[in-house]
């Protein structure tokens, strides 16, 4: 099983990116999905996450209405949209799938972990 996190660059603040994350190795239609961040210095932490068919999702307080997170299921895959960036989102971002159809904010409920995108945004 391989998770391949993609998207991450440099950008303004207030500007936009997208990451993508790719599994391949199974299918995790039946699971739950997330993207955590770890800013230099700081641990890991949880941004956002999507429980197997779309219907749930969860941010952290920091990125609600700023981050969207949506999955594509058929493909394998799941992204996360983030808009009107500001520097303290610069971090290595981590996809990751969870232990069930649902991991919510819990780093211990995920079993799988992309290897990270970072994310720089300047001011």
């Known amino acids: 099983v391989q998770l391949q996190a993609s998207g991450g660059g440099v950008v303004q603040a207030g500007g936009s990116l997208t990451l993508s994350c790719v599994a391949s190795?199974?299918?995790?239609?039946?699971?739950?999905m997330g993207w955590f961040r770890q800013a230099p210095g700081n641990e890991r932490e949880f941004v956002a996450a999507?429980?197997?068919?779309?219907?749930?999702?969860n941010y952290a307080d920091s990125v609600k209405g700023r981050f969207t997170i949506s999955r594509n299921s058929a493909k394998n895959t799941q992204c996360l949209q983030m808009n009107n960036l500001r520097p303290g989102d610069t971090a290595v971002y981590y996809c990751?799938?969870?232990?069930?159809?649902?991991?919510?904010?819990?780093?211990?409920?995920?079993?799988?972990w992309g290897q990270g995108t970072e994310v720089t945004v300047s001011s």
């Open positions: 999507i429980n197997w068919n779309g219907a749930y999702t």
């Open positions: 190795g199974r299918t995790f239609s039946g699971y739950g």
């Open positions: 990751a799938v969870a232990r069930s159809d649902w991991g919510n904010n819990q780093q211990a409920m995920y079993r799988y």
